[in-house]
C-alpha cells in the first residue's frame, strides 16, 4: 500500500482505512473465484489499484455524478475510483 502513498496523499483516516482492506479481501475472494491474476495478488497495489488511479490523476469527476464502469473485470477501476472518488456514485457491471 506504500506506493499508493508515494503518488497520492491526500487520504482520509476512512480512505486509509478502505485501502489497507483491499488486499485481504482480494487475496480472500481469488481463492475462491480467481478474481484476478493469481500471480498479481501479491501486486495488486502496484498493478491494480495504482493502475486504476492512473485515471484521477489526470480526470477528475464532478460530486454527485454518476459513474458507469461497463464490463467492470475484478472491480478494476470501479472499487479504486469509487474509494478516491467518495462523493461520486459508480456503478460496475
Known amino acids: ?7 497520492f496523499s491526500d487520504f482520509s483516516p476512512l ?3 478502505q485501502w489497507k ?3 485481504p479481501l482480494y487475496r480472500e475472494w481469488n481463492e475462491k473465484i ?3 491474476s493469481r500471480n498479481d495478488v501479491d ?9 486504476s ?8 469527476f464532478r460530486p454527485c455524478q454518476s459513474i458507469l464502469d ?11 475510483l469509487a474509494i478516491y ?5 459508480f456503478h460496475l457491471v
Open 70 to 80: 461497463l464490463g467492470t473485470g475484478g472491480a478494476f477501476p470501479g472499487i479504486p
Open 43 to 51: 501486486h495488486l497495489y502496484e498493478k491494480h489499484v495504482l493502475h
Open 15 to 17: 480512505q486509509l482505512q
Open 85 to 89: 472518488f467518495p462523493e461520486v456514485q
Open 34 to 36: 480467481n478474481v484476478i
Open 1 to 7: 500500500m506504500d506506493i499508493l502513498l508515494k503518488y
Open 21 to 23: 482492506a483491499l488486499e
Open 53 to 60: 488511479l492512473s485515471i484521477a490523476a489526470v480526470f477528475s
